[in-house]
């Protein structure tokens, strides 16, 4: 199948073509020629499927087919919704890159930012506006954006603005609408919730599903290390300075926790910046161009902040600490290996999160295999995913002396102060996995 083949016009393909596609995505393959016919559409598509031109591509060749009427002046006729800033600006970017050959207009609103700016953009009229839920409603408010042209409007991440609270915003945008308009949901997941959200929203939707319900982490290569949580921060230095990763980003759950960690990390000389919710539009923006162009070596976020971002050539994810929803491990190890290359996923596990283990392993139907840093080795056991208790297996690494937790002797610094039986009779008590 090809781009030709989808029935996209000359100037999309041209786009596309600049871009190095070769082939459709199959979520590419199965939503645009529904959504070209003007169709209803309900996908189900993780993130890094390529989903953003399966919506974006279509669109744009629609609007570019029937041009603006004279009365539609400053409305939008194009809205895609977002969860986070964040994919808002990315989807943005997404959505200017595949029509810099056709004269449409586009503009992006989300809050954290001037309103003003966005106003003005926005009563010049937009043919696509990308937005995040709660500006939007600012800007309906204010009367800033005329919604009642809207021809096409797309939900993307729609299960994650369930997350975040977001469905009683996007009912009261949803009336602002012209009820004639095609409708296109995109979610990771299909709850119960969004499937209700899809029966009102959709009329006689096309239905796609990219994978099955299982999960696919292809490409990505995870390893648990078992840690006690009090030496976690110290273990990923160790593994950023003596893996020598050039480019990680890493998870914590709580924004606090990620600013302590940040600190951390910068403590040990380690370039490292942060981005969650607490933080201003502008350090978000600035803290994740400067990951992506490499002056920062890691990124630390929370998994809001950090959802749907598409960032180029990322080897290196690690879970500091493992999310409590077991789905959200797959969308941050998703992160990495994106558009078919590989990625490592490093999980620091301490014992009291054996149970999202066990979850996450459940989810994936596999166990991850577990690898016990020298040096880091945990005071307590973190269960695998049958509740059992085994002893994870050793490393064969060697943690820099100043590097290890404080009272800790390598194997042969046994053996020097207490004998060789000491180093010896200590590995052969230790059962393998
Ligand atoms: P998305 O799932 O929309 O966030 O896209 C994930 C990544 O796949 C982005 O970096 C896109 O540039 C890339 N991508 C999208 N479509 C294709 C394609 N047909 N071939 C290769 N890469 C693609």
Known sequence: MSFQQLGLSAKLLRAVDAQGYKHPTPVQSLAIPPILLGDDLMARAQTGTGKTAGFTLPLLQRLNESPRQPHQKRNVRALILTPTRELAAQVHQSVRTYGRFLPLSTAVVFGGVGFRPQAQALRRGVDVLVSTPGRLLDHLQQRTVDLS?????????????????????????????????????FSATLPREIRELAERLLNTPSCIEIESERPTVDGVSQVVHPVDREQKSKLLSFLIGSKDWTKALVFTRTKRGADRLTRHLQRDGIRADTIHGDKTQGARTRALADFKRGKTRVLVATDIAARGLDIDDLPQVVNYEL??????????????????????????????????????????????????????????????????????????????????????????????????????SNRSSRPRR
């Open 149 to 185: 042209g809207v021809e096409v409007l797309v939900l993307d991440e729609a299960d994650r603005m369930l997350d975040m609270g977001f469905l009683p915003d996007i009912r009261r945008i949803l009336a602002k609408l012209p009820t004639s308009r095609q409708n296109l949901l």
């Open 323 to 424: 999310p409590h929803v077991a789905e959200d491990y797959v969308h941050r190890i998703g992160r990495t290996a994106r558009a078919g290359r590989k990625g490592d996923a490093v999980s620091l596990v301490c014992a009291d999160e054996s149970k999202q283990l066990a979850a996450i392993e459940k989810l994936l139907g596999e166990r991850i295999e577990k690898t016990v840093v020298e040096g880091f080795a945990p005071s307590a056991r973190v269960a695998n995913s049958e509740g059992g208790h085994r002893r994870p297996r050793q490393s064969t690494r060697t943690a820099k002396p100043w590097q290890r937790p404080r009272g800790y002797r390598s194997t042969n610094e046994r053996r020097r102060d207490e004998g060789p039986r000491a180093g010896r």
